[in-house]
């Protein structure tokens, strides 16, 4: 019989989904089947599923963890920022709308029943479901219309496991006052809690453990060490990405507003002969660039409005006269174009823009959402590639003469004449060793890392690293069969 438990958050931020991946693997290696599930997700760094939608990047790497296919069904609800106040609604892998955040405060209850309906099918054929929280369970005044946290974990009847964050000081305060101002409904599902992310000898904390034990009355599943290699994964957040100083090859990335799927950058920040900088606003892009990468964005033409108003688009110029290279993804591909038009206002108000003009190319914005895993090939030497569609729009112009990917028989992407500005609709192109070699060798890089490779060995070396600092014994335990929907 299935069981399942659900990890929250003192706090966004605090290393859930890291912890579940490496319970996922954990788990796993010890002979069970395991599948990830997250009620409801904040993320523009989407994963195109096997079965055609989208979820949160963090639920496809515990997927990963738990060598099981990606399914829509393991994050029902994602939301996609695309201004301050207002985002794109994803619903069990299809877009739904967009939304104030006001109004989906109002009736984000509503969305309970498909996160309900999602997490029942995935109970349908696995032992545990690992379930991951979102942000704080003691934000009280949004506890009423809760899905993501106690609302779900009452809703289902799963035990939670509270975990701190000590790395950024006061644990003692957020787990116990988490307990302070939950109501009794939600405490009655709280089993136990951890400590995250410590960094020294962990004995020198057996007191505070201990202290919080004494006042919440929940045993601690352990205390777990700063686990250092956390970066060779796929960052879901944008405040999980970072610069990386590895080689004398510097690859800069703009920091965009409404920056999406960067998960490009993780192959590249894992080569010993690469460092990445990412550049914040206020900064120019640092002159000593081989490569200037502009990465996917939610809106393009808000995003590119960003750009120009930092000032990068002059030193993006500087850069490609002092011979440098460009490659554009996605929104980045279409921001290096003449134009692009709107016409709808899919990707807000309804306009015509002008690009940075770099490849000869125009985007018009509309159609259907193209939202799909690809097979691709690299030209002219036909290396492997494998990577994902997920964007609005369509791209044309003398450029795309010059496609330098082949998707499943028709050509794909645009270059200029000298062959140093290029740009895709294709994701994920760089987690594809031989294209990266060989895409790295016109920087003067020799390649000889194995990205995916790494990436399942520090799957397997977070398992080993919870499997020493956590009673997964006891967690296991405390996991119960979920109340029917």
Request: charged share 25%.
């Amino acid at each position: 019989m299935v069981r399942a438990i659900m990890i929250q958050g003192t706090g966004s931020n605090v290393g859930k989904s890291v912890l579940v991946a490496g319970l996922a693997r954990a788990y796993t290696r010890r002979g069970l089947q395991v599948a990830p599930f997250k009620p409801q997700n904040m993320s523009n760094n989407a994963a195109v599923t096997e079965n055609g939608g989208e979820i949160g990047r963090a639920q496809a790497l515990q997927a990963r963890a738990a060598k099981r296919a990606t399914h829509t069904d393991m994050n029902p609800i994602l939301l996609k920022p695309e201004t301050d106040t207002g985002a794109q609604i994803i619903v069990q892998g299809q877009r739904a709308g967009t939304m104030k955040a006001g109004d989906y405060r109002k009736d984000k209850s509503k969305l309970l029943g498909a996160a309900l309906d999602s997490f029942d099918r995935l109970c349908a054929d696995v032992d545990l479901v690992l379930i991951e929280g979102a942000g704080s369970p003691a934000e009280t005044n949004l506890r009423k219309s809760d899905i993501a946290n106690m609302g779900f974990a009452c809703a289902a009847d799963v035990p939670v496991v509270l975990v701190g964050d000590i790395h950024r000081g006061g644990v003692i305060a957020q787990i116990v006052g988490t307990q302070a101002v939950l109501d009794m409904g939600d405490l009655a599902q709280i089993r136990g809690f951890a400590v995250n992310r410590f960094k020294g000898e962990v004995s020198l904390f057996d007191e505070g453990r201990d202290d919080i034990a004494a006042r919440t009355g929940w045993p601690c599943l352990g205390v777990v060490p700063w686990f250092h290699d956390a970066w060779k994964l796929p960052a879901e957040d944008m405040m999980d990405i970072r610069s990386h100083t590895g080689g004398a090859c510097k690859v800069v990335v703009p920091q965009l507003e409404r920056m999406a799927n960067f998960d490009d950058l993780d192959p590249l920040s894992a080569e010993p002969g690469v460092s990445v900088e990412i550049v914040p606003a206020g900064r120019p892009l640092p002159g000593d660039a081989d490569l200037v990468l502009l990465p996917g964005s939610k809106s393009t033409i808000g995003d590119l409005t960003y750009f120009l108003a930092q000032g990068w688009d002059i030193d993006l110029y500087a850069h490609v006269r002092r011979g440098g290279h460009v490659l554009g993804l996605c929104g980045g591909y279409q921001m290096l174009g003449k134009t692009i038009s709107d016409p709808d206002g899919v990707d807000g108000r309804p306009g015509k823009v002008t690009g940075l003009g770099l490849l000869d190319v125009d985007t018009i914005m509309g159609g259907h959402k193209q939202v799909i895993l690809r097979s691709a090939h690299a030209l002219p030497d036909q290396e492997p590639v494998s990577g994902y569609e997920i964007h609005m729009g369509h791209t044309d112009g003398p450029d795309c003469a010059r496609a330098w990917l082949e998707v499943e028989g028709r050509p794909e992407g645009a270059a200029s004449a000298n062959g140093r500005i290029k740009g895709s609709y294709l994701h994920g192109i760089f987690s594809s060793d031989a294209f990266r070699a060989r895409y790295l060798s016109k920087l003067g890089v020799t390649s000889d890392t194995a990205y995916e490779d790494g990436v399942e060995q520090t799957l397997d070396d977070l398992a080993d690293h919870l499997e020493r600092h956590m009673d997964l014994d006891l967690l296991l335990s405390l996991a119960q069969p979920p109340k029917p929907g």
